[in-house]
């Protein structure tokens, strides 16, 4: 047997026994790899980390501000909202009157995202980029990377924009 296969080999053990283990072993087990995944993943980015289909964020915006660059960026990948609902702050509770904003989009070929921002502070917010449990990392990382740019056009002087 060739040192490569060996490896491979014990690779595919690793992971079945993972598997295995995250079945027989319940919770602890099960929450161990996508903690770790997601750790891997914000050490990659520095800013954001995946995780379960969704990516998650913070940036620096105020809600509003966001709020309008998520429409604008809806409107420039051309994504159609089929909902877009504010869940507001239960009575008591401290903060902004709307907790956070849900946008459900889609394309021509069905559901695609559903966007959720959520102030932090008067310039922090909370946004996250779900595509479903088994969705396109691919297209959640590229919208949020739009999100994000949308947001610094909106930040340049009007003078410096070509």
């Known amino acids: 047997m060739s040192i490569a296969r060996?490896?491979?080999?014990?690779?595919?053990?690793a992971l079945g026994l993972a598997c295995a283990s995250a079945v027989a072993g319940g919770c602890i087990a099960a929450a161990a790899v996508p903690v770790i995944a997601a750790g891997a993943v914000?050490?990659?980015k520095g800013y954001a980390f995946w995780d379960s289909g969704t990516l998650k964020y913070v940036d620096e915006a105020s809600f509003e501000e966001m709020s309008s660059a998520v429409d604008a960026t809806n409107e420039r990948l051309a994504l159609v909202t089929e909902d877009r609902i504010d869940v507001p702050r239960k009575k008591g509770e401290q903060g902004a009157a709307i907790k956070r904003r849900v946008w459900t989009l889609s394309s021509d070929n069905g559901r695609v995202?559903?966007?959720?921002i959520a102030p932090i502070t008067e310039r922090m917010v909370s946004v996250s980029v779900e595509s479903g449990l088994l969705g396109s990392r691919p297209a959640a990382r590229m919208y949020a990377d739009r999100l994000k740019a949308e947001l610094e056009?909106?930040?340049?002087?009007v003078d410096s924009r070509s």
């Open 42 to 44: 914000a050490g990659e």
């Open 6 to 13: 060996d490896n491979r080999c014990r690779i595919l053990a």
């Open 153 to 157: 056009e909106r930040r340049m002087p």
């Open 113 to 116: 995202l559903e966007v959720t």
